[in-house]
């Protein structure tokens, strides 16, 4: 059973920092990309951040550009998400995917693996 489980999520005030950790397991993750999303209630799920499989390509958001950092760990099966300068409309629940191919995609249809999500909810 595939499993991708999300956390470090929670509340910060504007301006502060959190990093996401996602940890997939359940059948082997060789050779696919993962990505972050997010969604608020009432709209769609938007792409945040991806990372191929070697680590080498890496996209972002324009809203997160400059702010987020990707990154995945020595096993291929974590992936992390660092997020500074936070912002009230950062908030929503983040989730982490495993994609379908070894590069970054940017549509949620091309990511086969869902972890359940996690809050993460900036104060002004």
């Known amino acids: 059973q595939v499993q991708l489980v999300e956390s470090g999520g929670g509340l910060v005030q504007a301006g502060g920092s959190l990093r996401l950790s996602c940890v997939a397991s359940?059948?082997?993750?060789?050779?696919?990309?993962m990505g972050w999303f997010r969604q608020d209630p009432g709209k769609e799920r938007e792409f945040v951040a991806g990372i191929s499989w070697s680590g080498s390509s890496t996209k972002y958001a324009a809203s997160m550009k400059g702010r987020s950092t990707i990154s995945r760990g020595n096993a291929k099966n974590t992936v992390y998400l660092q997020m500074n300068s936070l912002k009230p409309e950062d908030t929503a629940v983040y989730y982490c995917?495993?994609?379908?191919?070894?590069?970054?995609?940017?549509?949620?249809?091309?990511?086969?693996?869902w972890g359940q999500g996690t809050q993460v909810t900036v104060s002004s």
């Open positions: 995917a495993a994609g379908s191919s070894s590069y970054v995609r940017l549509d949620p249809v091309d990511y086969d693996y």
């Open positions: 359940g059948r082997t993750f060789s050779g696919v990309s």
